[in-house]
């Protein structure tokens, strides 16, 4: 067991560091410091000395963070105000929100008596274990050290490996033949956006077509990386559960990006003082948290613009739920109905911001899909459309990853057990998706990486 351990984690390092081996020596001081601190914690538990471990911990996580990810766009801000400060390129290493984030939760939770698991290899497994290092999803230490410590963890199962080929499989395809497929659309119309002039129906499309590429390319990565997990006999958390079925803004939460919902929740929400001090103090938390979250997928004004707005989008939801939540008006299908769409167009809104390179090419998208533009009534690309509304249609209408595994694929996987005890047709399957795999890998026109590798 400890051996398996070992051994996943060295191969979690050497996977990092194979990307930039400089970046190696960031990824072990952060280790080491946080491992420190969570150890201090725990012995000093319920004296003031603890909390101070605590605190100095954070501040050095969130400097270093700080450093790396927001230095040039502070710069570049106090620069533009002529403010002078020394420009220093610094280069991004990847992956450190998500090895950033994961350890501060597990300082505050071992401050908070939570933890009692301190093996140095399971550590350093839970902070690089490689299918959530580069991109999440953002790991919880008690879904991950009990498997971890867990010997039969490391023996293989051919269910877990084929569920897990499925997994693959599905994530690759929503990558490589979905999310691929409309990225050259969203592209093509937020660079018309950037030079200034787009008609209406461009701007739609484009928006459109990346609300459809961002989805199918983060979620695809999470179940890549769920389904890599599997073949080591590990279960990660699930990061999507259809958001885009989400009826509103506070279930489309529940439903995009799980973990960092989780943590923004459990770790800034509630430590901000949550709704535990009234109303207003209830929106101002929800405004800082996605304020905070925005900033934290990327240092440019796009980014806090995009999280001020579902910061107000959540206290908009709030408010109605609070105003209108029990009518029966409120719970009717043309209400539902319109509560989607209202959602879905926020949602948008909210991806312009995201996508676009500056304010201005987000407002010049917006004015255009507003119709404030000289082409207001051009139909646009029908066969574009025609792909942006079928993958529309796949996401709101068909069941997700995770609902197929658990209804169709593992109940066959049993039945081909019950039939064949010797596994054969586990075997069979397992090559046939892998067949499939291989196929659309070699499909893929270039080397598209994915988009949360920037976070």
């Known amino acids: 067991m400890k051996a398996a351990a070992a051994w996943l984690a060295a191969m979690s390092f050497f996977f990092y560091g194979y990307w930039a081996p400089a970046f190696l020596l960031l990824l072990f001081a952060s280790i080491a410091i946080n491992y420190a601190g969570g150890i201090g914690i725990y012995r000093n538990l319920g004296t003031p000395r603890a909390k101070l471990v605590l605190v100095t911990c954070i501040v050095v996580d969130l400097a270093l963070l700080g450093y790396f990810k927001y230095y040039n766009f502070f710069a570049d801000t106090l620069n533009s ?103 050259g659309i969203a592209d ?88 535990r001090r009234g109303h207003f103090r209830r929106y101002v938390n929800l405004f800082l948290t996605m304020l905070l979250g925005g900033l934290w997928h990327g240092a440019a004004w796009t980014f806090v613009i995009w999280g001020a707005l579902h910061g107000i989008y959540l206290i908009i939801n709030h408010g109605w739920q609070k105003l209108a939540g029990r009518s029966p008006i409120a719970k009717s299908g043309v209400a539902i109905g319109a509560g989607w769409i209202v959602t879905m167009v926020a949602v948008i809104v909210g991806w312009v911001f995201f996508r676009a390179v500056s304010v201005a090419e987000a407002m010049t998208m917006l004015r255009a899909m507003a119709g404030h533009t000289t082409d207001a009534l051009a139909i646009g690309n029908a066969a574009n459309w025609t792909l942006i509304l079928t993958l529309g249609l796949i996401a709101v209408m068909l069941p997700n990853s995770q609902h197929l595994v658990s209804t169709r694929i593992a109940p066959a996987v049993d ?11 586990i075997g069979i399957a397992f090559t046939v998706i892998f067949i499939v795999w291989l196929a659309m890998v070699m499909a893929s026109r270039a080397n598209s990486a994915f988009i949360y590798f920037n976070f």
Request: glycine share 8%; charged share 15%; proline share 5%.
């Open 81 to 183: 105000v002529a403010v002078p400060v020394p420009i220093l390129n610094v280069i991004l290493p990847i992956g450190i929100s998500f090895y950033t984030f994961t350890q501060i939760a597990f300082l505050v939770d071992t401050c908070q008596g939570k933890v009692k698991e301190f093996r140095p290899v399971h550590y350093a497994l839970f902070v690089t274990y490689f299918p959530h290092l580069i991109a999440g999803p953002i790991l919880h230490h008690s879904e991950m050290m009990p498997q971890f410590a867990d010997p039969a963890t490391y023996r293989p199962r051919l269910r877990t490996m084929a569920i897990g080929v499925a997994f693959l499989a599905m994530g690759m395809a929503k990558k490589v033949l979905l999310a691929d497929s409309v990225s």
């Open 188 to 275: 093509t119309a937020f660079t018309a956006a950037g030079h200034g002039s787009i008609g209406m129906a461009h701007a739609w499309e484009g928006a459109l077509a990346y609300t459809m590429q961002i989805y199918y390319d983060f979620s695809g990565y999470s179940d890549m990386a769920v389904g890599v997990s599997l073949l080591f006999g590990i279960q990660l958390p699930f990061n999507f559960d259809s958001p885009y079925k989400a009826r509103n803004i506070i279930e489309f939460w529940r439903r995009w990006h799980m973990t960092l919902s989780r943590f923004l929740r459990d770790y800034l929400y509630i430590a901000l003082g949550g709704n």
């Open 415 to 425: 039945r081909s057990i019950a039939r064949r005890g010797d596994g054969v047709m």
